[in-house]
């Protein structure tokens, strides 16, 4: 009787991770087990059906000696760093604007919308503007013959065109945080900044936009991560060229395996590409829990 | 209180249950139907559940083209006395995804599938993932396949393979385009051709359409360099010939110079490359026969009266080159009725089923089938003249990948303006040395 009471108080006392197993299955099934798969893989030569052969580090040294490979860390640090700026700059004055505005729910709306075209569908959208016979041929039509052609070829000048474009359908979820976080604010500070006499770009700097700190953080953490895997728009209008101009670390990852055929060394920059992502992760949020103690 | 707990618990249940049926491996649990198009013939649909009589075809052809499937299933059945049933898929890398999974599996694995030749179709047939069909070729070469193509598709003395497509490139041309420029007839030799580019240029057509795709740079390269000498093309192909030899520094140069009169137009992606040749705003472009089929389909042309075909003429007297590229289709070594799938591929060679594929892709690999469009007539023609013309696999399946792909980045580079002809060829040839072990 007493063994039987144990057994049925320790069911009820891990009652609660039931709930959560069904996730940790999950997780764990397509996750984790991939992780460890691409961890492994890293360290070998492989093409998806011979048999794998152990090469140690090989696939990382010829990596880092890959000027493909510096191209590429290149145009994702150019991503993450231009797309970080854009995307706080733009959302939290747009989300200023719609929260001081008498129709916010209209252009909250508007705003937000490209958010809800998957990554796919706006790069084939931008991709139909930017073709020689869409807004280029408009500049022909002013004059500007030199511009009649397809912007997406043109190397690097490609890239800032889908940051920006990333960034146009990006705009919408970090301006819905960023409203709710202005929404959310503790009203004394800043009326009794005003009383104090505070003028309004003080006011911003001084109260508000420290108190948007958590929101702030949420919005950088975000876009950090986002950005640092981007590789949908740029698949869909450039597939990394001209001559791997364009390419990403995702796109590396991708090509390096799929169209070439070598997984270990797709998974080997694979395996850089998250190692980045949790550096910058976790000094992002040892930062935000240090402050928030203080 | 009780009635939510077992709620909860019902809930879980069915989410547990169902991650693991959605794990469960079967073949048609297996392919995401948003990605793979599945046709049958409506025999089929009929008799879903007899295995005998029925064969599968996996393919990254068809997909976004279902009625063309549809009729190809219709035409293969009828003609093979099965049902056909073809899977098509969308995207390459589930593409291969799903054939790795699937060849070693008697359970999962088609009756026949499409694959990519050169090394990738080497890595298969190396590895005993795929059947001998060198019975199955003295059948077809029979039925009018020409023998030719078997070696692109066999390995250590064996045929792994039989094609799918075979598609020769030719220049395209818009023949109003010429007509406009005073150009009446088609070059013989290629000053004709560079002549026959100024003409285009001082009517104010540019000449040469290019497309952006990231692997396309070895089109006009391989061409030139064909033109110049076949033999000086196969030798940079096998690391016979170096790319630093100074019969390639002319070739590029010749290219270079071709550029620099403004003989290529800027690359732009394919669909405004064929519109752009279909509005005479360029004249001609490298592609294969089934363009011609695009431009009649898409635009309206008429082919022998608007657009034709003619091979780049040799500099030095020898054949013109017509560059081939052929797809093939291959059977897995495990499939269950190896008998099935040679039935399947006779089939694929009958008039009826090859009458469909010219029709609906420009594509025939037969001699029995009666072409009615005057440039597809013309180009077959041209391959069957082997006194004037030699066919020559591509240089993209006829190279070794690493060197391939490392190439057709340096000479993009070099169609941009990025680099000139030495660092070019320097480049590759560094590659070709580690490749070809010199």
Same mark, same amino acid.
């Given at each position: ?294 | ?84 049933? $073809?899977?098509?898929?969308?995207? %390459? *890398? !589930? @593409? ?6 699937? =060849?070693? /599996? ?112 070895? $089109?006009?390269?391989?061409?030139? %360099? *064909? !033109? @110049? ?6 030798? =940079?192909? /096998? ?200």
């Amino acid at each position: 009787m007493n063994k039987g009471n144990s057994i049925k108080n320790f069911l009820i006392s891990k009652k609660d991770y039931l709930y959560i197993l069904p996730a940790v299955i999950l997780i764990t099934a397509f996750f984790i087990s991939s992780i460890v798969f691409t961890i492994y893989l890293s360290f070998y030569s492989w093409d998806g059906f011979s048999d794998k052969v152990f090469v140690g580090f090989e696939n990382y040294k010829k990596l880092f000696t890959d000027s493909n490979f510096q191209i590429s860390v290149m145009n994702t640090c150019l991503w993450v760093v231009l797309s970080l700026v854009i995307s706080l700059i733009l959302p939290l004055f747009f989300a200023i604007l719609i929260v001081n505005s008498t129709r916010s729910s209209l252009f909250k709306n508007i705003f937000y919308f490209p958010s809800t075209l998957s990554s796919t569908v706006g790069g084939l959208i931008m991709t139909a503007l930017l073709s020689m016979y869409g807004i280029p041929q408009v500049f022909g039509l002013l004059g500007y013959d030199s511009l009649v052609k397809d912007w997406l070829s043109i190397p690097y000048v490609n890239t800032i065109v889908m940051i920006f474009m990333g960034t146009w359908q990006g705009i919408g979820m970090n301006m819905l945080l960023f409203i709710a976080g202005l929404r959310n604010l503790d009203r004394s500070p800043i009326e009794s900044a005003q009383i104090d006499g505070a003028s309004k770009m003080t006011l911003f700097r001084k109260v508000i936009l420290p108190a948007l700190k958590p929101t702030t953080i949420v919005v950088v953490l975000m876009s950090l991560v986002n950005n640092f895997k981007v590789f949908d728009n740029i698949w869909v209008m450039t597939k990394g060229g001209p001559y791997r101009s364009s390419e990403t670390l995702a796109l590396t990852m991708y090509t390096e395996t799929f169209v070439r055929n070598n997984y270990g060394g797709g998974a080997a920059v694979a395996v850089i590409l998250t190692l980045v992502i949790i550096i910058v992760s976790y000094f992002n949020l040892k930062n935000t829990f240090k402050s928030n103690e203080g | 209180m009780k009635k939510l707990k077992l709620m909860s618990f019902i809930l879980i249940i069915c989410l547990l249950a169902g991650s693991l049926a959605g794990c469960s491996k079967g073949n048609d649990q297996a392919k995401d139907t948003s990605v793979t198009e599945n046709q049958s013939s409506s025999a089929a649909e009929k008799d879903s559940s007899s295995s005998s009589g029925k064969a599968t075809f996996w393919n990254d052809k068809l997909a976004g083209v279902a009625e063309i499937s549809k009729k190809l299933s219709d035409a293969w059945s009828s003609s093979a006395g099965l049902t056909v049933d $073809i899977n098509s898929y969308g995207d %390459t *890398a !589930s @593409y291969q995804t799903a054939v790795s999974q699937s =060849i070693d /599996d008697a359970d999962a694995a088609p009756h026949l599938f499409t694959w990519w030749s050169g090394e990738q179709l080497e890595t298969l047939a190396t590895s005993g993932k795929l059947m001998e069909l060198d019975d199955v070729w003295e059948k077809i070469i029979e039925m009018g396949v020409s023998p030719d193509i078997k070696e692109a598709l066999s390995y250590s003395g064996h045929a792994y393979a039989v094609p799918y497509s075979l598609l020769n490139n030719v220049i395209i041309y818009n023949k109003d385009a010429f007509k406009k420029a005073g150009i009446t007839d088609t070059p013989k030799t290629f000053d004709e051709f560079l002549e026959d580019c100024q003409k285009l240029v001082d009517a104010g057509i540019t000449p040469i359409g290019l497309k952006n795709d990231s692997w396309a740079s070895f $089109i006009w390269f391989q061409a030139i %360099t *064909a !033109s @110049y000498d076949p033999n000086l093309y196969l030798g =940079i192909c /096998d690391g016979s010939i170096k790319y630093t030899d100074e019969r390639m520094v002319e070739v590029l140069e010749i290219w270079q110079d071709m550029f620099r009169k403004g003989y290529f137009a800027e690359p732009v992606a394919h669909s405004d490359n064929l519109k752009r040749i279909a509005l005479g705003e360029c004249a001609m472009f490298i592609e294969p026969q089934g363009e011609v089929t695009s431009l009649q389909n898409e635009y309206g042309l008429v082919s022998g009266e608007n657009v034709d075909a003619f091979a780049l003429p040799s500099m030095h007297g020898d054949k013109a080159v017509v560059f081939f590229e052929v797809a093939p289709m291959s059977v897995p070594a495990v499939v269950k009725d190896p008998e099935t799938s040679k039935k399947l591929i006779e089939a694929y060679y009958t008039k009826e089923t090859q009458t469909v594929t010219l029709k609906e892709e420009g594509i025939v690999l037969t001699n029995t089938v009666d072409i009615d469009d005057p440039t597809l007539a013309k180009i077959n023609a041209m391959v069957a003249d082997t006194d004037n013309y030699q066919s020559i696999l591509r240089f993209y399946e006829n190279t070794p990948s690493a060197l391939r792909d490392h190439a057709l980045v340096e000479l993009a580079k070099f169609m941009d303006g990025q680099q000139d002809v030495m660092t070019t060829l320097e480049n590759i040839q560094k590659k070709a040395d580690e490749v070809f072990g010199n």
